[in-house]
């Protein structure tokens, strides 16, 4: 910190930290930064902060993902819980308006915290000039005693220019959040966490969707037993999946959208043509560092395009410049990203930082959730890692059978030797919220019988979790 403030003294900085980006990383990076008594100036060039996340991403999907489940949840159950009605219908408008209400409403809140912590917030597209001067829409000048790109990702296309993205037939993630009817028919390209996610909001709503996917499985970064069960309850919600198929060609006709497709593999049957009414192309995101001039400084990036850092994440020929998030190695998740800004900055001010990246949790917010930490059973095994498994049905968990909200299970991997847990995977009710609870014990390096024998309220979801870890050294209970 001592340092900074000399530098501050002794040299022409208009401030201590600048923050290219105002994503979940920027933001965070920002405040804290101020907080700890830095003065901040972060340039975001969207017009709201938040960045993908918050404008595009993960909370209008999760909006959207919430008023189609309740929409799913009249259609198909209320009618078991004793709840009748005459007409049910989908107000889209209505469903969009609600959307953009959470991310208006999240974005101002972001600035309201920076004027509450003093960050200079600043509007433009930035880029450097020396590894020490930034320009603000080339025309005006900053300069930082240190740096943090946080410039986020952005939707992949397909290669070789097949179907490229117009946001109007062939759609990203943003352009399939912002649709103004109710497709008869959607084609998926891809089944990860943005495939699975949007195409669930519109199978709900009644969209005919086929999910294409060049794997033989879906989401290839889940443990292969939850991904498994994870295809078999979206099939029976009316997903179709095309597994182990290579998309070759298509075209865009005024009212659809056709797609051309080759088996991955020899023997594969697969259909060699999909007409639907839109095509969403989800195969990913890379990183973002366009505009930003980093051959200008010496900043390399790899062949996929992140920045190259150490494992302070400082670029790797100036160690006043950081890059965080999407931008550099890593899940492409906006914890890691926040977590990521709260380290750098404190790394740079002198206050140490700590981040264990086999702690970070990821989740489906599909219906059911999926949600893992650690290793999953496939990791070990190629390691030759010994390990036990335990594992709990919620269909035998009280809360679960109360809601009627059964599928999926819990799932725990520990040392066969330490019962240390190695990793955790859910599916079920509520998975993204409940996983905490082994992502806490992950981080302090607890075994599994430590949360076995910790007192669960009852009745509760959690309480699966409990009986997993219990079955990885003995016997469950209730199953």
């Known amino acids: ?24 990383g920027g933001y965070v990076a920002a405040i804290k930064g101020a907080q700890l008594g830095l003065k901040t100036a972060c340039i975001e060039k969207r017009g ?40 049910l219908s989908v107000n889209l408008e209505q469903m969009m308006k609600t959307k953009e209400a959470a991310v208006t409403g999240l ?43 946080a410039t986020g990702s952005e939707p992949s296309p397909l290669p070789g220019g097949i179907l490229e993205i117009d946001e109007k037939r062939v759609l990203s993630s943003t352009g399939a ?24 909001v519109y199978a709900r709503l009644g969209t005919e969707v086929t999910v294409v996917e060049y794997l033989p499985r879906l989401a290839p970064f889940l443990d292969l037993e939850v991904a498994v069960n994870l295809q078999k309850i979206l ?9 182990g198929a290579k998309v070759v060609g298509g075209a865009v006709g005024a009212s659809s959208v056709s797609v051309k497709l080759e088996p991955a593999n020899q023997g594969a049957d697969i259909p060699r043509t999909l007409e639907s009414d839109y095509v969403l ?5 890379r990183p973002f560092t366009q505009g930003l001039h980093l051959d200008y400084i010496d900043v390399t990036r790899d062949k996929i395009g992140r920045v190259n850092v150490n494992d302070h994440c400082q670029t790797l020929k100036h160690a006043h410049i950081y890059a965080i998030g999407d ?16 380290f750098v900055v404190e790394h740079m001010t002198g206050h140490g930082g700590h981040l264990n990246y086999d702690a970070i949790p990821s989740v489906i917010y599909t219906t059911p959730e999926v949600a893992q930490v650690g290793k999953t059973e496939e990791q070990l095994k190629e390691a030759k890692i010994p390990y036990t498994k335990g594992s709990f049905p919620f269909l035998a968990n009280s809360r679960a059978r109360a809601n009627h909200d059964t599928d999926g299970f819990v799932k725990i991997l520990a040392h066969k030797d330490t019962n240390t847990i190695l990793g955790a995977h859910i599916i079920g009710p509520m998975a993204g919220e409940i996983i905490m609870e082994p992502v806490l014990g992950f981080e302090y390096g607890a075994s599994a019988e430590d949360v076995a024998r910790t007192c669960h309220a009852h009745p509760g979801f959690g309480e699966a979790i409990k009986e997993a870890c219990l079955a990885t050294y003995g016997k469950t209970i209730n199953f």
């Open 1 to 24: 910190m001592f340092r900074i403030l000399q530098k501050r003294l002794f040299a022409s900085f208009d401030y201590d930290l600048a923050i290219v980006g105002g994503g979940p």
């Open 48 to 87: 709201t902060l938040g960045g993908t996340c918050l404008n595009v991403g993960c909370i209008p999907a999760k909006s959207l993902l919430n008023s189609s489940h309740k929409y799913m949840e009249a259609s198909k159950h209320f009618k078991d819980h004793g709840i009748q009605f005459d007409k």
């Open 107 to 149: 974005t101002r809140g972001i600035e309201g915290l920076f004027k509450k912590n003093g960050v200079s917030y600043l509007k433009g597209t930035a880029s450097f000039k020396d590894p020490h001067t930034l320009m603000v829409n080339n025309s005006e000048e900053i300069r930082a005693t240190n740096v943090v790109i």
């Open 177 to 200: 959040m912002s649709l103004n009817e109710i497709p008869k028919s959607l084609t998926v390209i891809g089944a990860g966490v943005i495939g699975l996610e949007l195409g669930s």
């Open 235 to 243: 099939s029976k919600q009316g997903i179709k999946f095309i597994l």
């Open 281 to 285: 192309v989800a195969i990913g995101r």
């Open 327 to 342: 931008c550099v190695r890593g899940p492409m998740l906006a914890h890691k990203a926040e977590e990521e800004g709260i």
